[in-house]
């Protein structure tokens, strides 16, 4: 496992232990601050694309989705996607994800429009007309793992401060540049994050043919 992906396991685990004590951070049912409109039109797919060096293709999951400011001013996205499955195993989106993989996409859906993450990263205007259209892609995950769940971050402004017992590195998102970095913390900043779950055929070599088959939509504190 990777620096980051350990660094937000741990932050995982260490809310895991604060939340019993001090209460779980809900989302309010009610909107409190601003939140854009996030519409997907599929399920995550899967997909095989040959990378550049590599022998046979590989297979990678990609989801495509939109959002629509409608909040009565500007906000600045930044997309922050990440799988968790139920094996335990933490992916980020466009972690070891070549640009071609994004290329294919946007080929097999004839969208001269999509964007990548880069291009999806920065102010969004108000408005339909200045809907953004965007892809998020993952590595194929583990072959044992049956369900997963996507989480979307950036989508709301609703956030809720958690005192640590003891300082922890993490992983988070710089919301200027898009990228990622670890800090260390006394204490964390959790916001709306929305989750989908979704389950995936038992045999790995049916996932390419196999869309997933989605199972909840919900919102968390993350």
Known sequence: MNLRATALMV?????????????EPKPSEIPVSWELEFRYPDPPQAIQVHIPGKGAPQLFWYFRYSVTNR?????????????YTDTGQLIEAGKGVHSVVFDAIK?????VFLRDTTAMTGKLL???????????????????????DIFVGGLSGEAAEIILPK???????DVK???????????LVV??????RYGVPGEAAA???????SIRKDWVMR
């Open 191 to 196: 916001t709306k994050t929305l989750r989908l």
């Open 167 to 173: 300082p922890v590195q993490v992983s988070e998102i």
């Open 71 to 83: 909040t009565g001013k500007d906000q600045v996205f930044v997309p922050d996607f990440s799988m």
């Open 107 to 111: 080929k097999l859906h004839n969208d």
């Open 11 to 23: 932050a995982a685990v260490t809310i895991s232990l604060v939340w019993p004590v001090f209460g």
């Open 126 to 148: 108000q408005g339909e007309d200045n809907t953004k259209g965007g892809v998020a892609i993952w590595p194929d995950f583990d072959p044992q793992a049956g369900a997963f």
């Open 177 to 187: 540049t898009g990228h990622r970095h670890t800090v260390t913390k006394k204490k």
């Open 207 to 213: 996932r390419v043919f196999t869309p997933a088959k």
